[in-house]
């Protein structure tokens, strides 16, 4: 059987294995308002690699799970995006899509234009866009967004928040608080750099 597992690649919260376990195997993460069920493999990743994509964080929305602003990735913005990619079948993958709708799992989407064509837009959601970002090991990276990041007001996130990108960022690129200070900061949505050190402290 051919392998056809895929790499997601999460800038999120889900950069942190912990909190993206309670997409994979149900729960709700530490600081979250939301408790998920899990997928269908009810299963952790195949395999988890720090992983680097070109383009732009953006903290923007309101989010009722975290309450504060959200991590988006602009593809088409200047610098590189931190992430953690995670290998997932197909339909793993898709049930983590419908969770971050708060949809239930259990639909398979057909990948195959983001896969060829390296964006496809499954619906008006603010996580709906697919983007083709990558290679890594001969699979493709692919990760989500919004379809227009220019409707979405940005906004500071919530500390807890803030403290999940960096327990992501230390576990999976080794940051350090001072570098984990720095990246976000280059984000669009944060500006004061001693409330981001009070949130990862």
Same mark, same amino acid.
């Given at each position: 059987?051919?392998?056809?597992?895929?790499?997601?690649?999460?800038?999120?919260?889900?950069?942190?294995? !912990? /909190?993206?376990?309670?997409?994979?195997?149900?729960?709700?993460?530490?600081?979250?308002?939301?408790?998920?069920?899990?997928?269908?493999?009810?299963?952790?990743?195949?395999?988890?690699?720090?992983?680097?994509?070109?383009?732009?964080?953006?903290?923007?929305?309101?989010?009722?799970?975290?309450?504060?602003?959200?991590?988006?990735?602009?593809?088409?913005?200047?610098?590189?995006?931190?992430?953690?990619?995670? /290998?997932?079948?197909?339909?793993?993958?898709?049930?983590?899509? %419908?969770? %971050?709708?708060?949809?239930?799992?259990?639909?398979?989407? !057909?990948?195959? %234009?983001?896969?060829?064509?390296? /964006?496809? #837009?499954?619906?008006?959601? /603010?996580?709906?866009?697919?983007? $083709?970002?990558?290679?890594? +090991?001969?699979?493709? #990276?692919?990760?989500?967004?919004?379809?227009?990041?220019?409707?979405?007001?940005?906004?500071?996130?919530?500390?807890?928040?803030?403290?999940?990108?960096?327990?992501?960022? $230390?576990?999976?690129?080794?940051?350090? !608080? +001072? %570098?984990?200070?720095?990246?976000?900061?280059?984000?669009?949505?944060?500006? +004061?750099?001693?409330?981001?050190?009070?949130?990862?402290?």
């Amino acid at each position: 059987m051919p392998d056809d597992t895929l790499w997601y690649a999460a800038y999120g919260s889900n950069v942190d294995p !912990d /909190r993206f376990a309670c997409y994979l195997l149900g729960g709700c993460p530490p600081g979250a308002a939301t408790t998920y069920p899990g997928t269908r493999a009810a299963a952790p990743a195949l395999d988890q690699r720090p992983f680097t994509m070109p383009g732009r964080l953006v903290f923007a929305w309101h989010s009722k799970t975290w309450g504060g602003a959200i991590a988006f990735h602009d593809p088409d913005g200047g610098g590189e995006v931190l992430s953690t990619a995670y /290998r997932l079948s197909p339909a793993t993958f898709s049930d983590v899509v %419908e969770q %971050e709708m708060w949809r239930d799992p259990g639909a398979d989407h !057909d990948l195959a %234009e983001v896969l060829a064509h390296g /964006r496809q #837009v499954l619906g008006p959601g /603010r996580y709906e866009t697919l983007h $083709r970002t990558g290679e890594l +090991d001969g699979r493709p #990276v692919l990760t989500f967004s919004a379809d227009d990041l220019s409707v979405l007001d940005h906004g500071e996130p919530a500390p807890a928040y803030v403290a999940t990108i960096a327990r992501g960022l $230390r576990h999976s690129h080794g940051l350090t !608080d +001072d %570098e984990v200070v720095d990246y976000l900061l280059t984000a669009d949505g944060l500006s +004061d750099p001693d409330a981001v050190r009070r949130a990862i402290a």
